[in-house]
T-cell receptor, first 114, second 117 residues
Framework: KAGVTQTPRYLIKTRGQQVTLSCSPI?????VSWYQQTPGQGLQFLFE???????NKGNFPGRFSGRQFSNSRSEMNVSTLELGDSALYLC?????????????FGPGTRLTVL | AQTVTQSQPEMSVQEAETVTLSCTYD???????LFWYKQPPSRQMILVIRQEAYKQQNATENRFSVNFQKAAKSFSLKISDSQLGDAAMYFCAYRSGLTRSAHDMRFGAGTRLTVKP
């Protein structure tokens, strides 16, 4: 089975711009979660989606939004970028109902805001 | 709230030797899952091993094994016969068995493992 894929792998944007990141889960996985990883804050939960519905959202401003499509692919959007948004954005998918709900991560998108 | 603590920011091991990475967690739940993830310089988080709290038997995956001490809330990872490819940041993670939500998943700060040839 193909793993979780994320596009693009690298992005460079300037302050005030917006960005959209994409995540394709493992085939059959219907749950997708997003995390922001920075050296100072570690891994922080952004969103969790299941069957096109947002189940939970982390403690991030409204500039961060996301959605999930009927094929379980997910996108996250960050509007009005700030320098502090520079981070590695990780997507993970899981199969809810499985015995462990193990999350499998994608390779990440490295976002740099100048 | 659940917390995960990795007290060793950095560890090093000689190739072919054994190393143990420590992890402790705090929870009031009885149903939960524990994980070790590896993040090499390529940045992808790779699942190394997982443990269900209700299972007393320690999980093993080839050269990787855990020492799960439920009463002590300890979940250490042992890497045997260390290889150069084991060099990475290792994260310990906790996931609630009650909610099974990623929102309730907690990660430690990580331990950077260096493998010396």
């Amino acid at each position: 089975k193909a793993g979780v894929t994320q596009t693009p792998r690298y992005l460079i944007k300037t302050r005030g711009q917006q960005v959209t990141l994409s995540c394709s889960p493992i085939s059959g996985h219907r749950s997708v979660s997003w995390y922001q990883q920075t050296p100072g804050q570690g891994l922080q939960f952004l969103f969790e989606y299941f069957s096109e519905t947002q189940r939970n959202k982390g403690n991030f401003p409204g500039r961060f939004s996301g959605r999930q499509f009927s094929n379980s692919r997910s996108e996250m959007n960050v509007s009005t970028l700030e320098l502090g948004d520079s981070a590695l954005y990780l997507c993970a998918s899981s199969f809810p109902g499985a015995s462990t709900d193990t999350q499998y991560f994608g390779p990440g998108t490295r976002l740099t805001v100048l | 709230a659940q917390t995960v603590t990795q007290s060793q920011p950095e560890m090093s091991v000689q190739e072919a030797e054994t190393v143990t990475l420590s992890c402790t967690y705090d929870t009031s739940e009885s149903d939960y899952y524990l994980f070790w993830y590896k993040q090499p310089p390529s940045r992808q988080m790779i699942l190394v091993i997982r443990q269900e709290a209700y299972k007393q038997q320690n999980a093993t995956e080839n050269r990787f094994s855990v020492n799960f001490q439920k009463a002590a809330k300890s979940f250490s990872l042992k890497i045997s016969d260390s290889q150069l490819g084991d060099a990475a940041m290792y994260f310990c993670a906790y996931r609630s068995g009650l909610t099974r939500s990623a929102h309730d998943m907690r990660f430690g700060a990580g331990t950077r493992l260096t493998v010396k040839p």
